[in-house]
């Protein structure tokens, strides 16, 4: 794939510069500031001999991480400052946007010392509620529910939080598989597809500009085969377990000194966040009745105005 003229896009707060048209991102923008992150084409070797292989193509070593994705390329993030991209010869665009603003972003806000979570954050009055879950849990559906709502969807699938807790705006869309989108009633007629290969589509966000938000709850969507959709508080030592769990493209905290810097992370979030498990009937749960449970669980903490 050949490089055409640089663009610049935002996300995340950062200022991209990228040889890859990113559709995803809205439109480029008219700037001349110097970019926070280069995205650019160029070969890539496998990684360094004696890195440890982690599973899903990653690996990381230093300060350099990097996927390898069968049929779609090679991928490294650099330092937090520069991606380079070694797609294989024919390998479809969208497929190649997919892996770099999913993995290879979040090993990118990994580098800048964010906590990057598996989930979606939604805002909530002055803060934000940050939705985790397992694949297939049902987060991006209700995202989709909060903004049927109204309520604005700050990220979704990768959420950055930065070092004073706040979750960073991401991508101004959701992704959703046909059937979720079918049970919210929007029609996949003019949705772009994620690739060429699966019957998941691009929902649009329409949002205003969004700022970083402090992250004030944190739900951890499970499954349980009862019949009633339950909250359970999480204190202690459990949280930072669930964290781990949840923490996207978990495999790349990797080694000594990426474990207690996850730790450290996890701590300062959870200083200032409440976290609870949402248990979910597996033959009835809804988008709707969920969202419902999580907006009555935060007027705990609202103030009136807000809640």
Known sequence: MSAGSPRTYSCYGLVLRSDLDLPDLGAPLETSDAPDVTIRFGPLEPPPAGTDPLPYGLWRTGDRCGVEVPDVGRYEARAGREVVI?????ADPKAIRLFLLGSVMGAVMMQRDHLVLHG????????????????????????AEFDRRGYDVLSDDVVPVDADGNALPGYPRIKLWDDALERLGVGTDGLERINDDHEKFQLPLRRAELAPLPVRWIYVLERHTGTELTTEPVRGAATFGLLHEHTYRNELVHGPDAVARHL??????????????VQ?????????????TILADTRIDLPQECA
Do not use: Y
């Not at 450290?264 to 498990?277: E, F, S």
């Not at 597996?282 to 709707?288: I, K, L």
């Open 280 to 292: 979910r009937p597996v033959e009835t749960m809804t988008a709707g009745a969920t969202a419902d």
């Open 86 to 90: 070694d797609p294989v010869p024919g």
């Open 264 to 277: 450290q992370q996890c701590a300062r979030l959870v200083a200032g966040a409440r976290v609870t498990r």
């Open 120 to 143: 979606n954050a939604v805002r909530i009055g002055d803060a934000c509620a940050v939705v985790v879950g397992h694949s297939g849990a049902g987060k991006s559906t209700l995202a």
